[in-house]
C-alpha cells in the first residue's frame, strides 16, 4: 500500500452494541472500495475482521481488527472492535487511536447499553462521534424510532444527514439531506434519482433542521441564510465538518450492511467531514523538559505509540502503532524509553484482518505494524535515540470479575504462568496474582466469558487445561477477650534435652491494629538472649494457624514469665514454647473469625436503584450514601462482604441488563457472623 499524508488519512473507530452490524459494515466498506472481491458473511465465518478461530465459531467479534481500504484518495483505517461488554477494553484502545467513532445502531432494536457506554467512552476521550443507522432492509426496522431514541440520549447535536427510502423489505435507498437528491441501488450499484413524491414534504422539514443546526455554528453563514440565500452543498459540508471535529454535532447516515445499501455514501461522508489527525487536538507527552505537545508532522522527529500487541502464529509478536509525529521507515531504529532498548525495525506492514499488506514508510497520523520487537509492550512509545519522550498511559480499567485457576495435569504450573504472560501482553484487561493466603492462582477479567476465552485459548494456543476452582476469601482469625496461658516445651529424656517455659498473656488490639510484642520479663525468668525465640514462635503460629486455621491478626502478646535449664534450654526450646503458649492462650480468648468487606461503588441508571440497594442488603451490605452521576445515572456506595460479591459483575448484569457498572476494592476486616463460622470452617476443612 502507498503512503497517504496525514490530511488524506481517516482513523474511524465502528463501536457499539453486539450484533449491530460493525463487522458486517467493515466487510461492506472493504467490499464496496474494492479492497476485498468478495463479500464474507458473519454467519459463515468468512468476514476480512472476525478471522479468529473463537470468533469463526461464535459469530461475534472477541477483538480489535485493523481494515485499512482505499477511498477515493483517501486511506480509511477502519478499527472493528467488538460489542460484547466484556471486551470493552479493545473499545478502550480503539478510540484511543481513532479520529472518529462512528457508532453503529441497529434500526430494529435501537439505542442498547453498549450503544450508550461506546459513547460514553468516546466523549471522556473528546473523541469526533456520527451514527450509522444500519440493517433498514430488516423487518421492524424503524429510522425515525431509532433517530427519536438517539436524539433522546444524546441530546440536539444529533443531525440526520440522510433518510432511508423505503423499509424492510422494500427499504431500496437514501434521501440526501445536504443536495436534496436520493440514491437508489441495485446491489452495490447506485443511481442517482429524484426523491420520491410521497416523502417530499418530510424530507424538506428534516433539511431545513439540518441546514438551521449547521449554519448556527457560522456567523457568516447565518446571515445568508436568514437574507433567504441557498447554501451550497459544500459551505454547509465544510461547516459541518467543524462541528463534528469539534464533537459539538453527530451526523446520522443510514443504510444496511449487508444490502450494500448507503456503504458507498458513509464512505465518502468519512473522507468529507470525518475529522483527520491533523484536525484534532496534539498529543501532550511526557518529555524530560516537562510535559510537550507533538502534532502529525511527517517531517518531524518520528514517535509512535503502540497502541496493541498480538502474538500472531506465524510472525510472532505483532505490534500494531500510530505514528503520532514524523515518518517511519522499514530500516529504523527507535529507542523504547520505559525499557531504555533500542527497537531495530524489520519492515513496517499494515494488517487487513489476517492479512500482512508491506509498508514503505508509515508517515504522521497512520497506522500499521511491525514485528518481534524485543522489548515493547502496549502502551508503550517508540521514541528517536536520545529523546525520551512518552505518551502517558491511559488509567488501566479494573477488571470486574475473578476466578482461580490451576493447570489439569500437575507438572504444567511453570507452562500456566508463562502462557498467562503471554496472554497478558496482548490483552490489558487481563489481570495474574498468585494469592499467597490462599494459595490460588486468580485470574481477573471483564466478565465471565472474558475469562472463559482466556482459558480456551491457554489450551488451544498453548495446551495447557485448566481447572477452575471457587475463588477462596482470606478470612482471619482474632481473640474477643484477654487469657493467659503458659507454653511449656519439655524433653529431657537422657542426654541433651530441651526446656523452656513461657507465660504469655494476650489482648485483643483494635481492628488493623496487626500484632504487638511486649516483653515484660523481669529477674531473668527468660535469659535475655532467648526472649526473640518467644516472639518468633508467636509470630510463626500467628501467620498460619489460629484455631480454625487461618491466619491471626490484631492481638497483643504480653511475655510476662517463664522458666529456663541452663544446659538444656535452646532457642529452639523456646521458640516452642511461645507457639504452644500462643496456641492454648488464643483458644481461651474468646477467638472469632474475621472476614474481608469491600467497598463497593455501583452506578445504575436510576430506575434500577431500588433493586440494586435491596439486592446489596441480601448480601449482608451496608449503603452508605447515593449520589448523582452522569446522564441520570446514581452511583451507590456500600460496604459488603468480599464473600457476597465474588460473582457481582454476573449478578449486577443481569439484575440491570447490562446497564450497571461497579468498582469493588478491599477495605477492611470485620467479625464474620455467628451463624456463618460453621459453614466457612467447613468449607475450610474440605
Ligand atoms: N438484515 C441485515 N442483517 C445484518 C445487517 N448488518 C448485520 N447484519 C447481521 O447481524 C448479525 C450481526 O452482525 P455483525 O456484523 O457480526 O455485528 P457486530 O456489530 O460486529 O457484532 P459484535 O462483533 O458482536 O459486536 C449478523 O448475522 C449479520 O449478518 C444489515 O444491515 N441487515
Ligand atoms: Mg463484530
Aim: hydrophobic share 40%.
Amino acid at each position: 500500500m502507498k503512503s497517504f499524508p496525514p490530511a488524506k488519512i481517516r482513523n474511524v473507530a465502528l463501536v457499539g452494541h453486539g450484533g449491530a452490524g460493525k463487522t458486517s459494515l467493515a466487510e461492506a466498506l472493504l467490499f464496496c472500495s474494492g479492497a476485498i472481491s468478495r463479500m464474507g458473511r458473519v454467519e459463515d465465518g468468512t468476514t476480512t475482521t472476525d478471522f479468529d478461530p473463537e470468533e469463526v465459531r461464535r459469530h461475534l467479534s472477541l477483538s480489535l481488527s485493523l481494515a485499512p481500504f482505499e477511498h477515493d484518495g483517501f486511506k480509511i483505517n477502519l478499527l472493528d472492535a467488538p460489542g460484547y461488554a466484556d471486551f470493552v477494553g479493545d473499545v478502550h484502545t480503539a478510540l484511543r487511536v481513532a479520529d472518529l467513532a462512528v457508532l453503529v445502531v441497529s434500526a430494529v432494536e435501537g439505542v442498547e447499553v453498549q450503544t450508550e457506554a461506546a459513547w460514553r467512552i468516546a466523549a471522556d476521550l473528546g473523541v469526533p462521534r456520527m451514527f450509522f443507522v444500519n440493517k433498514l432492509d430488516r423487518e421492524r426496522a424503524s429510522f425515525d424510532r431509532t433517530l427519536e431514541e438517539l436524539r433522546d440520549r444524546f441530546g440536539a447535536g444529533v443531525a440526520p444527514l440522510e433518510l432511508p427510502i423505503g423499509e424492510e423489505a422494500s427499504f431500496r435507498g437514501i434521501a440526501d439531506l445536504l443536495t436534496d437528491t436520493a440514491v437508489l441501488y441495485d446491489g452495490a450499484k447506485a443511481t442517482v434519482a429524484e426523491i420520491p413524491e410521497d416523502m417530499a414534504a418530510r424530507e424538506h422539514e428534516v433539511r431545513d433542521n439540518l441546514v438551521e443546526g449547521i449554519v448556527v455554528a457560522d456567523d457568516d453563514l447565518m446571515m445568508r441564510y436568514l437574507d433567504g440565500e441557498t447554501i451550497s452543498p459544500k459551505e454547509l459540508e465544510d461547516t459541518l465538518a467543524k462541528g463534528v471535529a469539534e464533537a459539538s454535532v453527530f451526523p446520522v447516515a443510514c443504510g444496511s450492511a449487508t444490502k450494500l445499501i448507503g456503504i458507498d455514501r458513509l464512505a465518502q461522508f468519512i473522507v468529507e467531514v470525518g475529522p483527520s489527525p491533523l484536525d484534532r487536538p496534539p498529543v501532550s507527552v511526557e518529555a524530560p523538559g516537562g510535559a510537550t505537545e507533538v502534532s502529525p508532522d511527517p517531517t518531524a522527529q518520528p514517535l509512535a505509540l503502540v497502541y496493541r500487541t498480538v502474538a500472531d502464529p506465524y510472525v510472532g509478536k505483532v505490534s500494531f502503532l500510530k505514528v503520532l509525529s514524523g515518518t517511519i521507515r522499514p530500516d529504523s531504529t527507535l529507542t523504547n524509553p520505559r525499557s531504555h532498548s533500542d527497537e531495530k525495525l524489520h519492515g513496517i506492514f499494515t494488517m487487513r484482518g489476517k492479512e500482512q499488506e508491506g509498508l514503505s514508510e508509515l508517515p504522521a497520523g497512520d497506522l500499521g505494524a511491525v514485528a518481534k520487537l524485543s522489548d515493547t509492550l502496549t502502551g508503550d512509545t517508540l521514541a528517536p535515540k536520545g529523546t525520551p519522550v512518552r505518551v502517558a498511559l491511559p488509567v488501566p480499567l479494573s477488571p470486574v470479575l475473578t476466578i482461580a485457576i490451576r493447570p489439569k495435569s500437575k507438572g504444567d504450573e511453570d507452562k500456566l504462568m508463562t502462557s498467562l504472560h503471554r496472554l497478558q501482553d496482548e490483552d490489558q484487561t487481563l489481570h495474574v496474582r498468585r494469592d499467597d493466603e490462599t494459595h490460588q492462582t486468580l485470574l481477573s477479567g471483564m466478565g465471565d466469558t472474558h475469562l472463559s476465552i482466556v482459558t480456551e485459548r491457554l489450551h488451544r494456543k498453548f495446551g495447557v487445561e485448566v481447572v477452575t476452582d471457587d475463588v477462596k476469601v482470606a478470612y482471619r482469625e482474632t481473640i474477643t477477650a484477654g487469657a493467659e496461658a503458659e507454653g511449656k516445651y519439655k524433653k529431657q529424656t537422657g542426654g541433651h534435652g530441651q526446656f523452656g517455659v513461657a507465660s504469655l498473656r494476650v489482648e485483643p488490639m483494635a481492628r488493623g491494629g496487626g500484632f504487638e510484642f511486649v516483653d515484660k520479663i523481669v529477674g531473668g525468668a527468660i535469659p535475655r538472649q532467648f526472649i526473640p525465640a518467644v516472639e518468633k514462635g508467636v509470630i510463626e503460629t500467628m501467620a498460619t494457624a489460629g484455631v480454625s486455621g487461618f491466619p491471626v491478626v490484631d492481638v497483643r502478646v504480653t511475655v510476662f514469665d517463664g522458666k529456663f535449664h541452663p544446659v538444656d534450654s535452646s532457642e529452639m526450646s523456646f521458640r516452642m514454647a511461645g507457639s504452644l503458649g500462643f496456641r492454648e492462650a488464643m483458644a481461651k480468648a474468646g477467638p472469632v473469625l474475621l472476614e474481608p468487606v469491600s467497598v463497593l461503588e455501583v452506578t445504575v441508571p436510576i430506575a434500577y436503584q431500588g433493586d440494586v440497594m435491596g439486592d446489596l442488603n441480601s448480601r449482608r451490605g451496608r449503603v452508605q450514601g447515593t449520589e448523582v452521576a452522569a446522564l441520570g445515572e446514581q452511583m451507590i456506595t456500600a460496604q459488603v462482604p468480599t464473600s457476597e460479591i465474588l460473582r457481582y459483575a454476573i449478578d449486577l448484569r443481569s439484575i440491570t441488563g447490562g446497564r450497571g457498572r461497579f468498582s469493588a476494592r478491599h477495605d477492611h476486616y470485620d467479625v464474620l457472623p455467628a451463624h456463618l463460622v460453621d459453614k466457612v470452617a467447613k468449607a475450610q476443612g474440605e
